[in-house]
C-alpha cells in the first residue's frame, strides 16, 4: 500500500495539540484606558474670563487615539491540515519509494508553516494568500529538493530565502517588496514578482541561470544595467520606463513583454538581438512610423503588439477604447512595409492581400529616395543635446 510518504526521521519536538481546523487563536482583549477628566472651578466674581469660555463643572478632555497596526492573528499550520492538499504522486529522490511530490496550502490565513518540514519530499509548495513575512517563509529552506515556491499575496518585504540546492522558481506577486539586491539562488531560473514595489533590478551576487523575469507593475524607470546572457523571456509591463536601452544586452531574448509604459523612442534594439520574435508595445507612448522602422534590425521579429499606441490612434493609455483603432488598414501595410518580416500584427494574422499592398509600398517608398538615417525625432534631438551637455560638465 502506498504511503503519502516513507518514513521519515522529524524533529524531536512535542506538536501541541491540534484544535479544529483553521482555529485561530483568539486575540486578547485590550482594556481601553479611562478617559481623563478634569475639573474646572465656577467663575467667581472679579475673575478675568473671556466671555467665550464656556462654564461646566466637569469637561471631558479630547481624545485623540493613535493609528494601530494592523495585528495579524497567530494561525499555524497543523500536520493533519497537509495530506489532503497533497498532489503528484511519484518516486523520492532516492528513487526507493513513493511520495507526494506537490502541496497546496492557499488562502488559510497561516503565520506559521513550520509543519511542513515533515514533508522533505515535495519539489512544489504554494502557499498564496496568507500572512506569511519572510522569517516565516524560511522554513522552507528545509526542504532538501524543492524546485518551486510560490507565495503570492502574502506579507513578503524580501525575496531573500536562504540559498537552496535545487531552488529554481520563485513566485511572490503582490507583496510589499521593494529590493531584490539579495537573492539569490544559485539554480534560479525564472524570478516572478509582479505588483511589488522595486525601482531598481540589481542582485549583488550573479545569477547566471535565469531566464525569466516577471517584475510586472512595479516601479522600474531603467534597464541600462541588465546584465543576463540567458535571459528568454522579460515581462516588465505596468512600468516607468520610457527607453529600453540596455535591451542590446540580451542577445538571447526571445520575448519582450512592455506594455503600460510611457516610452515613446524605440531605442535599444540591436541586430545581436537576432532571438526576439516577440514585442509587446501596448498603450505605450509610440507615435510614429520613425520609431516602428528602428525594429528593422531585428531579424526573426514574427509577432508585434502596438494596440492603444498614438501611431495606431490610440492614447497610449491604460484601458482606453478608441474607435476605429488597429481598424485602419492602411497603417496595418504601411507598418508591414517598414517590417516585412512580420506574421502577426496586434490580434490578427498577416494576410497575403497585406503582403502584396506592403510590397508595392516598399517598392514606392525605395523608388522615392527613402533615408532612414535623415530622419530624427524631436525627443531624440532634444536628448542628445542634454547628453551633450551632461558630458561637458
Known amino acids: 500500500m502506498l504511503k503519502s510518504h516513507l518514513k521519515i526521521n522529524y524533529d524531536d519536538e512535542q506538536e501541541e495539540e491540534e484544535p479544529d481546523e483553521y482555529t485561530v487563536v483568539p486575540k486578547p482583549k485590550e482594556e481601553k484606558p479611562e478617559k481623563k477628566k478634569r475639573t474646572h472651578r465656577k467663575r467667581a466674581e472679579g475673575d478675568n474670563v473671556p466671555n467665550n469660555v464656556e462654564e461646566s463643572e466637569e469637561e471631558e478632555e479630547e481624545e485623540v487615539e493613535p493609528v494601530k497596526k494592523e495585528e495579524i492573528p497567530p494561525r499555524q499550520l497543523y500536520k493533519s491540515e497537509i495530506g489532503d492538499r497533497c498532489s503528484m504522486l511519484g518516486k523520492t529522490a532516492e528513487g526507493d519509494g513513493y511520495t507526494y511530490l506537490k502541496c497546496t496550502l492557499t488562502g488559510m490565513k497561516m503565520t506559521n508553516i513550520r509543519a511542513i518540514r515533515r514533508y522533505r519530499h515535495l519539489m512544489f509548495l504554494d502557499v498564496s494568500n496568507n500572512c506569511l513575512d519572510l522569517d516565516a517563509l524560511q522554513v522552507i529552506a528545509e526542504l532538501p529538493y524543492l524546485i518551486l515556491i510560490h507565495a503570492d499575496n502574502n506579507k513578503l518585504t524580501s525575496a531573500a530565502i536562504k540559498p537552496m540546492k535545487y531552488l529554481q522558481c520563485i513566485i511572490l506577486n503582490n507583496n510589499q517588496i521593494t529590493s531584490v539586491h539579495d537573492v539569490f539562488q544559485e539554480e534560479l531560473s525564472t524570478l516572478e514578482l509582479g505588483f511589488n514595489q522595486i525601482e531598481t533590478v540589481a542582485f549583488d551576487n550573479r545569477m547566471h541561470k535565469i531566464k525569466v523575469l516577471d517584475f510586472r507593475n512595479n516601479l522600474i524607470a531603467d534597464i541600462s544595467n541588465f546584465n543576463f546572457p540567458l535571459?528568454?523571456?522579460?515581462?516588465?509591463?505596468?512600468?516607468?520606463?520610457?527607453?529600453?536601452?540596455?535591451?542590446?544586452?540580451?542577445?538571447?531574448?526571445?520575448?519582450?513583454?512592455?506594455?503600460?509604459?510611457?516610452?515613446?523612442?524605440?531605442?535599444?534594439?540591436?541586430?545581436?538581438?537576432?532571438?526576439?520574435?516577440?514585442?509587446?508595445?501596448?498603450?505605450?507612448?509610440?507615435?510614429?512610423?520613425?520609431?516602428?522602422?528602428?525594429?528593422?534590425?531585428?531579424?526573426?521579429?514574427?509577432?508585434?503588439?502596438?494596440?492603444?499606441?498614438?501611431?495606431?490612434?490610440?492614447?497610449?493609455?491604460?484601458?482606453?477604447?478608441?474607435?476605429?483603432?488597429?481598424?485602419?488598414?492602411?497603417?496595418?501595410?504601411?507598418i508591414l512595409a517598414a517590417l516585412p518580416r512580420l506574421k502577426r500584427l496586434n490580434k490578427y494574422i498577416v494576410t497575403d492581400e497585406e503582403r502584396e499592398e506592403a510590397k508595392t509600398l516598399m517598392q514606392q517608398w525605395i523608388d522615392e529616395g527613402e533615408n532612414d538615417e535623415e530622419e530624427i525625432e524631436p525627443e531624440e534631438i532634444m536628448g542628445e543635446e542634454e547628453q551633450r551637455q551632461t558630458d561637458e560638465l
Open 231 to 334: 535571459l528568454d523571456s522579460l515581462y516588465l509591463g505596468g512600468n516607468k520606463l520610457t527607453t529600453l536601452v540596455g535591451l542590446e544586452k540580451l542577445t538571447n531574448l526571445r520575448i519582450l513583454h512592455v506594455r503600460n509604459n510611457p516610452i515613446k523612442l524605440l531605442n535599444g534594439f540591436d541586430e545581436a538581438l537576432t532571438k526576439l520574435i516577440y514585442i509587446n508595445l501596448r498603450n505605450c507612448k509610440v507615435g510614429t512610423m520613425i520609431q516602428i522602422k528602428k525594429l528593422r534590425v531585428l531579424k526573426g521579429i514574427e509577432t508585434l503588439v502596438l494596440k492603444g499606441c498614438p501611431v495606431m490612434g490610440g492614447t497610449g493609455e491604460e484601458e482606453t477604447e478608441v474607435k476605429g483603432e488597429e481598424d485602419d488598414p492602411q497603417l496595418r501595410v504601411e
